[in-house]
Nanobody
Framework: QVQLVESGGGLVQAGGSLRLSCVAS????????MGWFRQLPGKERESVAV????????LHADSVKDRFTISRDNAKKGVYLQMNSLKPENTSVYYC??????????????????WGQGTQVTVSS
């Protein structure tokens, strides 16, 4: 069983940056793709970015392209989300998740089997 722990959230002014981290327990971290999602109260959880097991493939939601970048370090069992040029509408709880798949990554929530507890990101205007 993999456990995922996010960190790096906080309060930042619009235009600022944050780097979210997610560290996994267990020995099979590098076997699976990983992803970042976000969710506001009363809203559906939406995908932000996903990355394949090797890191060679990434997908970013259109709303964050050119501002957010997902990466991973398999040796450290970590996946990261660098968020630049943050906007108030990026305020949300951000979740790390592990895909059921290795390289065939996608944005569907049903592709992801394990979730972290989330980290709050608040962007002030």
């Amino acid at each position: 069983q993999v456990q995922l722990v996010e960190s790096g959230g906080g309060l930042v002014q619009a235009g600022g940056s944050l780097r979210l981290s997610c560290v996994a327990s267990g020995r099979t971290f590098s076997n699976n793709g990983m992803g970042w999602f976000r969710q506001l109260p009363g809203k559906e959880r939406e995908s932000v970015a996903v990355i394949s097991r090797s890191g060679s493939r990434t997908l970013h939601a259109d709303s964050v392209k050119d501002r957010f970048t997902i990466s991973r370090d398999n040796a450290k069992k970590g996946v990261y989300l660098q968020m630049n040029s943050l906007k108030p509408e990026n305020t949300s709880v951000y979740y790390c998740a592990r895909s059921k798949y290795a390289e065939a990554i996608g944005f569907s929530r049903t592709d992801f089997a394990s979730w972290g507890q989330g980290t709050q990101v608040t962007v002030s205007s």
